[in-house]
């Protein structure tokens, strides 16, 4: 769906069939690759929910929770690299700035949310804003502690600094990542900071998706 007005959605994807040997595989899954061994999947389009990134000069900003940060702290600066190379090879002549400049005007003022958006597009030279706000960040599954399980969840926002408003945001989306897909891994056949990023890469291609055209095999 083409978002041009304001709207506010929630996005869930669904498992990739990974291969089920979870030591075996943990490599290709953090890597992004499609799995090991597949058979004649199914292919299954999805349309861009905003395009309106396309042509424009973007600035990711990654804000993550205390408690996430207190056990990775670099978390915020290694999303916003993920999300910014992810949409710059997705979407049509994006002009994505550096991550290295949005999270250093982050770190030199730690109250940057809280500045009006008029600002933060002159300070990054931006027409738009996507700020994705990690509200969750967990590597373990929920029911059993002696599973690797990753869940993420953010709201992702987009600001334009040519709409009617620019202060409000034009369209925004819940986006929930997990990894793996398929099946937790068991306690030893993986380390959590494999799990860390192969969620961050995870939550990286979901949001990206939101804005260009895909395609998953199933």
Not at 118 to 129: E, G, I, M, N, V
Request: charged share 20%; with cysteine.
């Amino acid at each position: 769906m083409n978002a041009r007005g304001d709207l506010t959605t929630t996005v869930t994807h669904g498992p990739v069939p990974w291969a089920r040997g979870a030591a075996a595989c943990l490599l290709a899954l953090v890597l992004g690759l499609a799995g090991c061994g597949l058979g004649q999947p199914k292919v299954r389009h999805f349309k861009a929910q905003y395009l309106g990134l396309e042509g424009q000069r973007v600035a990711v900003l990654v804000a993550a929770p205390d408690d996430a940060l207190a056990r990775q702290p670099d978390l915020a600066e290694q999303l916003a690299a993920l999300i910014a190379t992810t949409v710059r090879r997705g979407v049509a002549a994006a002009d994505v700035a550096d991550p290295r400049v949005t999270t250093g005007l982050q770190q030199d003022n730690p109250f940057w949310s809280l500045q009006p958006p008029h600002t933060l597009y002159q300070t990054l030279d931006a027409q738009r804003l996507v700020i994705v706000d990690l509200t969750s960040f967990r590597l373990r599954d929920p029911e059993n502690n002696y599973l690797w399980l990753g869940t993420a969840t953010a709201q992702v926002s987009v600001y334009e600094s040519d709409a009617a408003d620019p202060a409000n945001p034009r369209f925004a989306a819940v986006v929930s990542s997990r990894f793996p897909e398929d099946r937790a891994f068991g306690f030893t056949d993986a380390q959590p900071r494999d799990i860390a990023l192969g969620l961050s890469r995870m939550l990286a291609r979901d949001v990206a998706r939101l804005f260009h055209d895909y395609e998953v095999r199933q």
